[in-house]
């Protein structure tokens, strides 16, 4: 008894691969290049309507929102590109139903824009790194220049702020008596002056080594006081309550200084965090274009 011949529905026929790489890197390539370009003309844009002079060019706030829907932009046209080019070159597929022949498009536009969206990060780690530590790194420019008490670090040394109320400390008043020391009759001025630096560090550890919540001890006052009195000829009293009034106006300064720069740092996290949130956003508007564009350029290249 002779066997009916198979029809071609009784079996699989091999058929081309479903994904044609060559058209998803093809238009992978696209999208980069274009989001390359677009980005350095952003960058341009940027830096010709900003200005360091106050007054001059755009706000901070008009400066994220152009940044923001520019980072949009380039997204929806890059990956329109992309998305397009993928679907439009790739291979013809045959004896394949509509709806897969529409799935397998908008994988391919998926694709190229997972791609090119790797390609860009690995070109751009510098940028989107500058997107995620900006708030680190405005805070820490903050509170570089801020003396290291402000930012709740020990500083031994007289420099920043804290220096320049401890300097203030040995101004000797027009009129005061000027010091008598037996050690620049014996050793010279180089001696008092060792002194005098001696004095200004062990002064400044003193200064540093308080919160900045607490007054100064009466003991470190009255010590203090006799360095002071002694350098710029005050009496024990005056060169006393000259301590007490620089000591709370550096606690003041300090505190005033601390509180900017949290809130440039507060400034900073939440730019960062709504940065982080809106470039997420235009990824996936980027994703769902390419997706899109793929299905339309696979429909030009079947018709």
Same mark, same amino acid.
């Given at each position: 008894?002779?066997?009916?011949?198979? $029809?071609?529905?009784?079996?699989?026929?091999?058929?081309?691969?479903?994904?044609?790489?060559?058209?998803?890197?093809?238009?992978?390539?696209?999208?980069?290049?274009?989001?390359?370009?677009?980005?350095?003309?952003?960058?341009?844009?940027?830096?010709?309507?900003? =200005?360091?002079?106050?007054?001059?060019?755009?706000?901070?706030?008009?400066?994220?929102?152009?940044?923001?829907?520019? *980072?949009?932009?380039?997204?929806?046209?890059?990956?329109?590109?992309?998305?397009?080019?993928?679907?439009? *070159?790739?291979?013809?597929?045959?004896?394949?139903?509509? !709806?897969?022949?529409?799935?397998?498009?908008?994988?391919?536009?998926?694709?190229?824009?997972?791609?090119?969206?790797?390609?860009?990060?690995?070109?751009?780690?510098?940028?989107?790194? $500058?997107?995620? $530590? =900006?708030?680190?790194?405005?805070?820490?420019?903050?509170?570089?220049?801020?003396?290291?008490?402000?930012?709740?670090?020990?500083?031994?040394?007289?420099?920043? /702020?804290?220096?320049?109320?401890?300097?203030?400390?040995?101004?000797? !008043?027009?009129?005061?008596?000027?010091?008598?020391?037996?050690?620049?009759?014996?050793?010279? $001025?180089? /001696?008092?002056?060792?002194?005098? =630096?001696? !004095?200004?560090?062990?002064?400044?550890?003193?200064?540093?080594?308080?919160?900045?919540?607490?007054?100064?001890?009466?003991?470190?006052?009255?010590?203090?006081?006799?360095?002071?009195?002694?350098?710029?000829?005050?009496?024990?009293?005056?060169?006393?309550?000259?301590?007490?009034?620089?000591?709370?106006?550096?606690?003041?300064?300090?505190?005033?200084?601390?509180?900017?720069?949290?809130?440039?740092?507060?400034?900073?996290?939440?730019?960062?965090?709504?940065?982080? *949130?809106?470039?997420?956003?235009? *990824?996936?508007?980027?994703?769902?274009? /390419?997706?899109?564009?793929?299905?339309?350029?696979?429909?030009?290249?079947?018709?």
């Amino acid at each position: 008894m002779a066997l009916a011949p198979l $029809s071609t529905n009784d079996y699989s026929v091999p058929t081309l691969s479903a994904v044609s790489w060559g058209s998803i890197i093809a238009g992978a390539a696209a999208a980069a290049s274009l989001s390359l370009i677009l980005l350095i003309l952003g960058v341009g844009f940027g830096l010709s309507s900003v =200005s360091p002079w106050t007054r001059d060019g755009v706000s901070a706030s008009a400066f994220g929102m152009s940044t923001i829907v520019w *980072l949009t932009i380039t997204q929806l046209l890059a990956s329109a590109m992309g998305g397009y080019l993928a679907g439009r *070159l790739r291979t013809r597929w045959t004896g394949v139903h509509r !709806d897969e022949v529409y799935f397998r498009d908008t994988a391919h536009g998926f694709l190229s824009w997972a791609v090119s969206s790797l390609a860009t990060a690995a070109l751009l780690t510098s940028v989107i790194g $500058s997107i995620l $530590s =900006s708030g680190v790194q405005a805070g820490a420019s903050v509170v570089g220049g801020v003396p290291a008490v402000a930012a709740g670090l020990p500083q031994a040394s007289t420099s920043g /702020a804290m220096g320049y109320f401890i300097d203030a400390l040995f101004r000797r !008043d027009a009129g005061a008596t000027a010091p008598t020391s037996a050690t620049m009759t014996a050793n010279g $001025s180089d /001696a008092l002056d060792r002194a005098t =630096s001696r !004095d200004i560090a062990e002064v400044g550890r003193i200064f540093t080594n308080m919160s900045r919540s607490e007054m100064l001890p009466a003991e470190d006052v009255r010590y203090v006081g006799q360095i002071v009195a002694q350098r710029t000829g005050l009496a024990q009293a005056e060169a006393e309550k000259r301590v007490v009034d620089l000591y709370a106006k550096a606690q003041a300064k300090l505190n005033d200084a601390e509180m900017a720069s949290r809130e440039a740092t507060d400034k900073a996290r939440k730019a960062s965090a709504y940065s982080a *949130l809106w470039l997420f956003v235009s *990824l996936l508007i980027g994703a769902f274009v /390419a997706s899109l564009a793929a299905t339309f350029g696979g429909k030009r290249r079947d018709a």
